[in-house]
């Protein structure tokens, strides 16, 4: 068994952001446990934390609507690591292994902007009932899909350089889904609600506000440094066979 924690990069891809990997990258950290089963297969614990943002005016699609946000993001995933080599930490022979992996993970979120909750404004009518749509909950599941590199580095020091993907099942990670359902010139400054929901007050009811047929994305990536702690008696073989 390995313990040990993450850290790196976190982003995400949305109606703020359709699909430039890596942009505005926040900072993410973490707890890993990793169950070696053999020098193939593994299953792993983590615990991430990170901010994932975007902003209408850096991405190509309907960059005047003047929208952003922030959110901090926490995920725990449960996945299952294919080793492509033969490897195992502390070994003097396969030191090194390209791997893959995949699971599922549960994350919390809530969207934010300029300090105030985006779910709790309703900023798509989701609090008046608008057009049937209903508030969305901060808690969500994901299909985490990653890749990367294991390094042994010592006899119970092990380094892995990844980057995964959250599939995610949700389309409010960054508060835009649908339409606009306020007429922006008829709301006044000083509602802060209908600014958070149309901030350049110049859309009608029925615009196009996000594209609810794309559900949002979120990434992490970096590396981890583990410390393997020996499960087994120390005279069983390490070295197993396919």
Partial sequence: MEVGFAAGGSYYLGDLNPGKHFMNTNFSYGLV?????????SVKLSGMRGKIKGDAASSNYLPDRGLQFTTDLTDISGVVEFNFMPYFTGSRMNV???????????????????????????TEGQNVG??????????????PLGLGVKV?????????????IHKTFNDYL????TTYYLDGKSVSK???????????????PGMQRGNASNNDWFAFFGLSLTYKFNLLSSKKCRDLEH
């Fill in 190 to 204: 000083d509602d802060a609600a209908a600014v958070l929901s149309d901030p350049t007050l110049s859309h009608e």
């Fill in 130 to 143: 608008y057009d049937g749509r209903k508030p969305y909950g901060s808690v969500s599941v994901s299909i």
């Fill in 96 to 122: 090194i292994s390209p791997y893959i992996y995949s699971g599922v993970s549960v994350f919390f979120f809530d969207p934010y902007s300029n300090g105030v909750s985006l779910r709790s404004m309703g």
């Fill in 152 to 164: 042994s580095l010592a006899k119970r020091v092990g380094l892995q350089v990844y980057w995964e």
């Fill in 33 to 41: 446990a990793r169950l070696n089963l053999d020098t193939r297969w």
């Fill in 174 to 177: 960054d508060d835009v889904s």
